[in-house]
């Protein structure tokens, strides 16, 4: 159990409302990582962050923002969902114990869906 | 660019055959390389990976896969294939350098279905 949480699992929203995803992560990592997965395309990087407040894009960052103000929480907001946003989106966390090999740890993802 | 190309999107095996899945990946140098598995509804579980020595490497549940330089692939098998593995299975990538740019590429993932 790699102590990853997302909230909320399941939800429907509208076009044009906000949406945040919560990641909680209880492993004291230092890399968190927001992947959106989409048949036909796999796992695409969304977003992804290297520590409290220090965040980067990933290949498919548009419409998405994040925020990590805390270790153990790293949150992914769409400011405004368009229906292309809909997909099962999945928190990361890097395992950074000894010999850094890149290998992430995934939470059980969060299926939005908007109308 | 590290890129990881899995030229199958569905494998259909019958129950007890052999299973191979394949993954390319394109990196200029030893890359670490990864298999996940992803049953329906479910996030993504680790089943090896290869980071140095023996190219042979065993995973969970049975799996193992060989990582060939000479041909750039790091394909995955299993000698006797059960129902409970039927599941969408991805090939990833990470260069070896490490810091915050060290970001895992994914394949796009072949789905195994398994007739009984």
């Known amino acids: 159990d790699a102590g990853i949480t997302q909230s909320p699992r399941h939800k429907v929203t509208e076009t044009g409302t906000p949406v945040t995803l919560r990641c909680h992560q209880t492993?004291?990592?230092?890399?968190m990582y927001w992947y959106r997965q989409d048949p036909g395309h796999g796992l695409r990087l969304i977003h992804y962050?290297?520590?409290?407040?220090?965040?980067d894009k990933g290949e498919v960052s548009d419409g998405y923002s994040v925020s990590r103000s805390k270790t153990e929480d790293f949150l992914l907001t769409l400011e405004s969902a368009t229906s292309s946003q809909t997909s099962v989106y999945f928190c990361?966390?890097?395992?950074?114990?000894?010999?850094?090999?890149?290998?992430?740890?995934f939470g059980e993802g969060s299926r939005l869906t908007v109308l | 660019a590290q890129s990881v190309t899995q030229p199958d999107i569905h494998i259909t095996v019958s129950e007890g055959a052999s299973l191979e899945l394949r993954c390319n990946y394109s990196y200029g140098a030893t890359p670490y390389l990864f298999w996940y598995v992803q049953s329906p509804g479910q996030g993504l579980q680790l089943l090896l990976k290869?980071?140095?020595?023996?190219?042979l490497v065993q995973g969970i549940k049975g799996f193992e896969a060989e990582f060939k330089r000479s041909q750039s692939s790091f394909n995955l098998r299993k000698p006797s294939v059960h129902w409970s593995d039927a599941a969408e299975y991805f090939c990833?990538?990470?260069?070896?350098?490490?810091?915050?740019?060290?970001?895992?590429?994914f394949g796009t993932g072949t789905l195994l279905a398994v007739q009984p």
């Open positions: 492993e004291n990592h230092r890399y």
């Open positions: 962050s290297y520590g409290v407040k220090d965040t």
């Open positions: 290869y980071f140095s020595g023996d190219t």
């Open positions: 990833a990538v990470v260069a070896r350098y490490g810091g915050a740019t060290n970001k895992l590429i």
């Open positions: 990361a966390i890097r395992g950074d114990r000894g010999l850094d090999t890149g290998e992430l740890f």
